[in-house]
């Protein structure tokens, strides 16, 4: 049995939140029940470190950056908030661009720049997106779908950042995932319940393990 360390990072509130979905579910993955859980799911043993992130174009990355350097994880889900979302979006496309239509909690805010000068237009998530929404739509409780890109805010420059970073580690897997506001009653179309995007993150996590170990046997198999 393998021991996968896994990092996730998540938004602090801002402007007049008083709790951002995303930093809110990546405290409650580093929990003894949300790991043991994990674990059960994907038969590997698992250590959570979770990350809450400012909403700062300057701040978001070297605050990730500082907890990947320290714990060395072979999974890193960085998650964000789209407050117009009715589900889970599992993010496909890092693009290298920033467009701020609002600054971030620093009053920063770039306009049509890139997040990297001499970086390449866009990045591919590294996580299994498809066996993740297969699994959401098997157990009919979690709504999710494919989204082609995080936006041009925050949550996009970050996801790009970590993807340039993990284009160089072969051996790690990291993607962005979004989640849509926190709404404990059953108007669904204005959020989910915070039990129900735990249990996404739960999923995410599981199933990127999954795949991983999957991968490396396939690669043992070939190198036999």
Known sequence: MRTYKVVVSGFEPFNKETANASGEVAKRLESEEAIARIQE?????????????????????????????????DIIVAIGMKSHARGVNLERCAINIID?????????????VAVAA?????????????????TFAEGEI???????????YVCNALFYQLMDWCSHQPDVLAG???????????????GLPLKQMVEAGIQVIAQTARYWTQTNIQEQLVRQ
């Open 118 to 134: 001499d970086g390449p237009a866009a990045f591919w998530t590294k996580l299994p997106l498809r066996s993740i929404l297969q």
């Open 100 to 112: 701020a239509d609002k600054p971030d909690a620093f009053n920063v805010q770039p306009r049509k």
């Open 176 to 190: 962005f995932v979004s989640l849509p506001t926190i709404n404990e009653t059953d108007r669904t179309q204005n």
């Open 142 to 152: 979690i709504p999710a779908s494919l989204s082609s890109d995080a936006g041009t």
């Open 41 to 73: 799911i994907c038969g590997d043993a698992i250590s959570v470190t979770s990350q809450l992130l400012p909403l700062s174009f300057d701040q978001a990355w070297p605050t990730l950056l500082r907890t990947i350097n320290e714990v060395k994880p």
